[in-house]
């Protein structure tokens, strides 16, 4: 419920605390005090549009904030959780509006889109008047009431969530089938390509290989004149350090028999050197073989020329093109089953497609009966309302399945004809303000318990008085039984029947004029009461109709 509203440098308000609490409250003051401003300071707070006018003059910016005491399951607090913003018990809203009409919105000292505050707003008030109220009246809204009458939230959700599966289905549907369109035009083309790639058999690193000895073999003569050299070094007959080696194992030969082997060491590290250095002649030789031979090089540049053909064929790497074989061969393989595959897709759709239908024509059935639950509910409100000759109807009309939404297969708009034997007609056209609130009363009274905001009425009792007048009074406060509920009102009737009540008047100070709201006690509010029931002269009488209806 609503626990505070302070406003600041608004229009003619310039300083205004006010704390609310459960039940009815009434607010009354002469015409032009300042009562829509109250309605116009509430509804900028919640999120409504922001004009450069709402600044008082002289003034640099208007300030409102709202507190809010919710239970914890309250929908505005599963909206803060889910935009991540923190929160406590109490939800304090705030607004500031700037003289070039630019506004800044808090929710919880924390800055939010207005678009966030104006979604958090309608979860917390309800604002209706003779020409607006709120939601209930827009046609778009009238399943969802109607939903919520009967308490079928539970099958909407259900068959909200069979219309999703149905759409997801189908658009996995449609998806195959444009892949498959597209596959089977490429069909040639994949073949061809498999094939190709099956014949030249690409391997990962085959690009680098072939590089590498491709260079070589492009550089063979100066390879086989520094190999040849070296095994010249080696093993040249005359000079080579093999032949050296030969020459110095004889001289140490020598020298070990006239010192009686005192050189047999040095004589083994020789020859081991000798054996090492005749491997390395040896090898040397064999590369010398293999080098001479460069007949490879027309066939290594053949398969690199066309490896690179295949690669930019298919705007891909060499490297890459084992894989785009094995792609291709599972792309092909897919294809060979996917008439299989889409036949499986579309029954599976259609069984989709079935339970939507099952789900939504069952909500359609329960929404025919609750419908006309609901009309007799409202029906019996009317003649205390004073609309004995009018008539109410839930209008539930089947659609086809093209027209199928997430909420079911139905239309639901709330019809009244004011005069008997008048043609029915859209709520939202209805022509008279008067009538036209009571409707919304009637219907809100019905529906107390399935909301949980705070109702604000703005004189639904214009047009009216004595026994109809009174009816909406007790109507309001049957409401205010299940909801904090807020009535700016010119009816005796109706403000006697509230249980706090708030005066507004509007005074001419130092050239300026200001509006301020009081809480009137007792006998404050016996006077008021009076002023309502006899005008601007107050009267004993008009005391005594006053007492009256206080103590009813």
């Not at 919105?105 to 309800?126: A, I, M, R, Y």
């Amino acid at each position: 419920m609503l626990t505070t509203l302070n406003i600041q440098h608004f229009v003619l308000i310039d300083q205004l605390s006010l704390t609310f609490d459960k039940g009815f409250s009434v607010f009354t003051g002469e015409t032009g005090a300042g009562k829509s401003i109250l309605l116009d300071a509430l509804t900028l707070v919640l999120g409504g549009r922001a004009e450069a006018r709402f600044v008082a003059k002289d003034a640099q910016q208007a300030v409102i904030s709202a507190g809010f005491s919710l239970p914890a399951k309250h929908p505005a607090f599963q909206i803060l959780d889910e935009q991540g913003l923190a929160h406590d018990d109490e939800l304090i809203i705030r607004r500031t509006l700037t003289k070039d009409g630019k506004s800044k919105c808090f929710v919880c000292d924390q800055p939010v889109s207005v678009g966030l505050l104006k979604t958090l707003g309608e979860t917390l008030v309800e604002i209706h008047g003779q020409f607006a109220t709120h939601s209930l009246l827009n046609p778009s809204t009238h399943a969802h009431t109607l939903d919520a009458y009967g308490q079928l939230e539970s099958v909407v959700k259900k068959t909200n969530t069979l219309w999703h599966t149905w759409q997801e289905k189908q658009k996995s549907v449609q998806d195959f089938e444009d892949k498959l369109a597209q596959q089977l035009a490429d069909e040639d083309f994949m073949r061809e390509s498999l094939e190709e790639l099956e014949q030249l058999n690409p391997k990962a690193d085959e690009e680098e290989k072939l590089t590498q000895k491709r260079t070589q073999l492009m550089n063979a003569e100066r390879i086989i004149e520094n190999v040849k050299n070296a095994w010249l070094l080696l093993s040249d007959e005359e000079q080579g350090i093999l032949r050296l080696i030969n020459r110095a194992d004889g001289q140490l030969l020598s020298a070990d028999k006239i010192t009686n082997g005192s050189f047999d060491g040095e004589i083994q590290m020789l020859a081991e050197a000798q054996n090492i250095l005749a491997d390395l002649s040896n090898q040397l030789e064999h590369k010398l073989n293999d080098l001479g031979d460069t007949s490879e090089l027309p066939e290594i540049d053949e398969r690199l020329f066309q490896l690179r053909d295949l690669a930019r064929k298919h705007h891909t790497s060499i490297a890459e093109l084992p894989q785009l074989k094995e792609q291709l061969a599972k792309d092909l393989k897919v294809l060979n089953h996917s008439e299989e595959e889409l036949i499986k897709l579309k029954r599976s759709c259609e069984q989709a497609r079935l339970d939507y239908l099952a789900g939504a024509r069952d909500l359609s059935a329960q929404r025919h009966q609750v419908a006309q639950k609901l009309n007799q509910a409202v029906m019996q409100e009317l003649p205390d309302l004073k609309l004995e000759k009018a008539t109410f109807e839930v209008q539930v009309q089947d659609l086809d399945e093209a027209q199928a939404t997430p909420n079911g297969l139905n239309q639901t708009t709330f019809m009244v004809a004011t005069n008997k034997g008048s043609a029915l007609t859209p709520i939202h056209k209805c022509a008279s303000g008067g009538e036209l609130a009571r409707f919304m009363l009637a219907l809100k009274v019905n529906l107390a318990d399935k909301t949980n905001t705070t109702l604000i009425f703005d004189e639904i009792d214009t047009g009216i008085s004595g026994a109809t007048a009174n009816a909406v009074g007790e109507r309001l406060a049957r409401l205010a039984q299940i909801h904090q509920t807020l009535v700016i009102t010119h009816s005796p009737q109706v403000a006697g029947q509230g249980k706090h009540h708030y005066l507004v008047q509007k005074a001419d100070t130092d050239n300026t004029t200001v509006t301020s709201v009081q809480k009137l006690d007792k006998t404050g509010r016996l006077e008021e009461l009076a002023r309502l029931v006899s005008g601007a002269k107050i009267t004993d009488k008009s005391r005594e109709l006053a007492r009256e209806l206080l103590k009813n």
